[in-house]
T-cell receptor, first 114, second 109 residues
C-alpha cells in the first residue's frame, strides 16, 4: 500500500515549456486534489476532483489543467510554464467513507521555471 | 469568502511548557483540519474536526473547535523537541479548502 505517489519529484522547466505531473493513489479514494505551496504560505488549492471523469477549479486554477480519466490517477498539466509557477506541488486524496474525511498527501514535486 | 488566520506565525518555546496555536476563520466552515509539516516534507493529517465542541487528542496535542466563535485551537502540553514543525489549519466550504499561513513551532531543549 503505497498511499499517494507523485511523479516526478523534481523538475526544471524553461519558460513556455509544458509538462504533466502525475498523482496516483491506491486507497480507492473518491476525492483528489492538487495544491501548490509557496514559501511562507499555506497550501492553495489549484483543482480538485470528486470522482472519475470529473474535475473542478480551486482557488488558483489559471495556467493549469487537470484530468482524471481513472479513479486512481489525477494529472496536473502546465501548457506554457511561467516563472510564477515555480513552487512545490502537492497532490492529496481523501474519502468520506467511514466519516473520516482525512486527506492523505503525496511527497510533493518541486518545480522550478527559469 | 472564507479566510483563515493563524496566530502566532512563529513560536519558540521551551521543552516542558504548554502553549496554544489559534486558528480563526471568517465564515461558517464545514469542518476544520489540522496538519503538521516537517521541513522539506509533505503534510501529515493530525485532526479533522467536524462539529461544534469537537475535541480530539493525540499524545501531547489536543485540538478543539468552537463554531460559534469561528475558532479552533491546537494545544500543546509539555512540549518536546520532536514536536518542532510547522502546523497548518484549514477550513472548508463547498469547492474550497483554505489554509492558514502556518505556525512555525521551534521547541528548545
Amino acid at each position: 500500500n503505497a498511499g499517494v505517489t507523485q511523479t516526478p519529484k523534481f523538475r526544471v522547466l524553461k519558460t513556455g515549456q509544458s509538462m504533466t505531473l502525475l498523482c496516483a493513489q491506491d486507497m480507492n479514494h473518491e476525492y483528489m486534489y492538487w495544491y501548490r505551496q509557496d514559501p511562507g504560505m499555506g497550501l492553495r488549492l489549484i483543482h480538485y476532483s470528486v470522482g472519475e471523469g470529473t474535475t473542478a477549479k480551486g482557488e488558483v486554477p489559471d495556467g493549469y489543467n487537470v484530468s482524471r480519466l481513472k479513479k486512481q490517477n489525477f494529472l496536473l498539466g502546465l501548457e506554457s510554464a511561467a516563472p510564477s509557477q515555480t513552487s512545490v506541488y502537492f497532490c492529496a486524496s481523501s474519502s468520506t467513507r467511514g466519516g473520516k474525511d482525512e486527506q492523505y498527501f503525496g511527497p510533493g514535486t518541486r518545480l522550478t521555471v527559469t | 469568502e472564507l479566510k483563515v488566520e493563524q496566530n502566532p506565525l512563529f513560536l519558540s518555546m521551551q521543552e516542558g511548557k504548554n502553549y496554544t496555536i489559534y486558528c480563526n476563520y471568517s465564515t461558517t466552515s464545514d469542518r476544520l483540519y489540522w496538519y503538521r509539516q516537517d521541513p522539506g516534507k509533505s503534510l501529515e493529517s493530525l485532526f479533522v474536526l467536524l462539529s461544534n465542541g469537537a475535541v480530539k487528542q493525540e499524545g501531547r496535542l489536543m485540538a478543539s473547535l468552537d463554531t460559534k466563535a469561528r475558532l479552533s485551537t491546537l494545544h500543546i502540553t509539555a512540549a518536546v523537541h520532536d514536536l518542532s514543525a510547522t502546523y497548518f489549519c484549514a477550513g472548508v466550504l463547498p469547492g474550497k479548502i483554505i489554509f492558514g499561513k502556518g505556525t512555525r513551532l521551534h521547541i528548545l531543549p
